[in-house]
């Protein structure tokens, strides 16, 4: 079972960027494809990104295209999010899962391991 951490949350400004840090123990992530959710107040869990295990390529969810990159490193067992031009309507708790496997695909990472989270807020 791998344990993950999400941290990098935090408050900032519409317009502003943080990196979110997901840092796995336990196990390797090699294996692993990595994805980034988040949940607003009142609001489903909405998948944005994913990374493949098998080579990296990445998946983003129309919302969050262009404004956010996933990346992995797995040297260091840890996947990053990194998003830039935040805006009010990003505000929402943060999740990083990981399953193993070579490719995202339409996984819900419901057999993966998640995280505790982390809060975003994005003040206007």
């Known amino acids: 079972q791998v344990q993950l951490v999400e941290s990098g949350g935090g408050l900032v400004q519409s317009g502003g960027s943080l990196k979110l840090s997901c840092t796995a123990s336990?196990?390797?992530?090699?294996?692993?494809?990595i994805g980034w959710f988040r949940q607003a107040p009142g609001k489903g869990r909405e998948q944005i990104s994913c990374?493949?295990?098998?080579?990296?390529?990445?998946l983003y969810a129309d919302s969050v295209k262009g404004r956010f990159t996933i990346s992995r490193d797995n040297s260091k067992n840890s996947a990053y999010l990194q998003m830039n031009d935040l805006q009010p309507v990003d505000t929402a708790v943060y999740y990083c899962a990981a399953e193993r496997g070579p490719w995202c695909g339409y996984s819900d990472f419901s057999s993966g391991s998640w995280g505790q989270g982390t809060q975003v807020t994005v003040s206007s």
């Open positions: 336990g196990v390797s992530l090699e294996p692993f494809f």
């Open positions: 990374i493949n295990s098998a080579d990296r390529s990445t």
